[in-house]
């Protein structure tokens, strides 16, 4: 299995809404990591995990809190967004130095 | 922090045209990869080069990797409509544990008509 799965691919949440994100991978990497994608901008780095530890976070706001309950799964649990929030949220997963294998994202619009 | 500078913003050529991208980073690389994102699609990899002064072909595409490791181009020859989409160039910036923290440059959006 080469693929990086996410779920939901849309979403429509209020801004008082609490949703999650998930992604899912089982090409046995050990890094993921979440991206903010905005309309012709390029990804946006918001957490990397890394041993299912969190490593980086990018000064993400805690309206975005993220999880990784084992090697395969990454979910973004998300409360209280704002609509500037709206954009595609990418997951990827990598081998160390190796390249980033992509889910497809969710697009999110938060109203 | 890195930056990450490609140009041109947007390309616009007749199918069968010849297409460079360029990309510059504002720090030294370990190494850097491409990624072509189709519209409404997500980021694919596509190549990582990691020598100074490296050249790798995949079919149509030739990737280069300059010397000082600040700069690399994507070079397409005879574009088809397939190749329709935004080329990113990335590079790390930060290695922690078995993660590398990815910066994507600014993208190259290619169009391509008959």
């Known amino acids: 299995d080469t693929e990086v799965t996410q779920t939901p691919k849309h979403l429509v949440m209020g801004m008082t809404n609490k949703k999650s994100l998930k992604c899912e991978q089982h090409m046995g990497h050990r890094a993921m990591y979440w991206y903010k994608q905005k309309a012709k901008k390029p990804p946006e780095l918001m957490f990397v995990?890394?041993?299912?530890?969190?490593?980086i976070n990018e000064s993400v706001p805690s309206r975005f809190s993220p999880e990784c309950p084992n090697s395969s799964l990454l979910n973004l649990h998300l409360h209280a967004l704002q609509p500037e929030d709206s954009a595609l949220y990418l997951c990827?997963?990598?081998?160390?130095?190796?390249?980033?294998?992509f889910g497809s994202g969710t697009r999110l619009t938060v109203v | 922090g890195q930056q990450v500078m490609q140009i041109p913003q947007y390309q616009h050529v007749q199918e069968g045209e010849d297409f460079t991208t360029y990309c510059n980073s504002s720090t030294t690389l370990s190494n850097i990869q491409w990624y072509k994102q189709r519209p409404g699609g997500h980021p694919v990899f596509l190549i990582q080069?990691?020598?100074?002064?490296e050249v790798k072909k995949q079919k149509r595409l030739t990737f280069q990797f300059g010397e000082a490791k600040k700069n690399s181009s994507l070079h397409i020859t005879a574009t088809q409509t397939t190749d329709v989409g935004t080329y990113f160039c990335a590079g790390p910036s930060l290695y922690t544990g078995t993660a590398s923290k990815l910066t994507f440059g600014t993208g190259t959006r290619l169009q391509v008509t008959l």
């Open positions: 990827a997963s990598s081998q160390y130095d190796g390249g980033y294998t």
């Open positions: 995990y890394s041993y299912e530890k969190l490593s």
């Open positions: 080069l990691v020598k100074s002064g």
